[in-house]
T-cell receptor
Framework: GENVEQHPSTLSVQEGDSAVIKCTYS??????FPWYKQELGKGPQLIID?????GEKKDQRIAVTLNKTAKHFSLHITETQPEDSAVYFC???????????FGKGTTLSVSS | DAGVIQSPRHEVTEMGQEVTLRCKPI?????LFWYRQTMMRGLELLIY????????DSGMPEDRFSAKMPNASFSTLKIQPSEPRDSAVYFC???????????FGSGTRLTVV
């Protein structure tokens, strides 16, 4: 089955800097790659997703890139703000497989 | 829409007791997922349903765990008997299908003592 590896496990940046979180997946059939943000005491919330027919997708300060050949996708956050501090999860799945399989998460801390 | 509603928010129970967690998905969503979150293992898929039918329950730890979805607006996850290692946050999520964004509930924090 699918296995998703996520790095780094923790990331500390200064306000205004960029943050990059990377994930690799094992099942070449996977074609849906969402990212979730989880704040303390809450459930994960979808922030952006990408499908295998697209290489990059942007939404204001966040962007996701996908390299299907390398089975690798990344989350980029620019101009980070203290409210970006949270745990971020990547995930992957495909129609014929099971539901989303999540990475172990990255704790992002943005200091002002 | 009120989102995915889970109850209770917190549950403390003694080892050996039966625990039932409840979930109301978003109206119109046809897929429902149960996940368990721990520090050591992260977010683990337990089971998911499409149109109220269980599709994959390979993540259910053992026979002590069972899940049902009697109709499109309600699902339960039951643990009987509960053990301390079952302590975790249990999330329910719903969506229009596997390949669409999942909406998670606020979770149930289960503590088995």
């Amino acid at each position: 089955g699918e296995n998703v590896e996520q790095h780094p496990s923790t990331l500390s940046v200064q306000e205004g800097d960029s943050a990059v979180i990377k994930c690799t997946y094992s099942d070449s059939a996977s074609n849906y790659f969402p990212w979730y943000k989880q704040e303390l005491g809450k459930g994960p919330q979808l922030i952006i997703d990408i499908r295998s027919n697209v290489g990059e997708k942007k939404d204001q300060r966040i962007a996701v890139t996908l390299n299907k050949t390398a089975k690798h996708f990344s989350l980029h956050i620019t101009e980070t703000q203290p409210e970006d501090s949270a745990v971020y999860f990547c995930a992957a799945c495909h129609q014929a497989g099971t539901a989303l399989i999540f990475g172990k998460g990255t704790t992002l801390s943005v200091s002002s | 829409d009120a989102g995915v509603i889970q109850s209770p928010r917190h549950e403390v129970t003694e080892m050996g007791q039966e625990v039932t967690l409840r979930c109301k998905p978003i109206s119109g969503h046809n897929s429902l997922f149960w996940y368990r979150q721990t520090m050591m293992r992260g977010l683990e898929l337990l089971i998911y349903f499409n149109n109220n039918v269980p599709i994959d329950d390979s993540g259910m730890p053992e026979d002590r765990f069972s899940a049902k979805m009697p109709n499109a607006s309600f699902s339960t996850l039951k643990i009987q008997p509960s053990e301390p290692r079952d302590s975790a946050v249990y999330f329910c999520a719903s969506s229009f299908g596997q390949l669409y964004g999942y909406t998670f509930g606020s979770g149930t924090r289960l503590t088995v003592v």
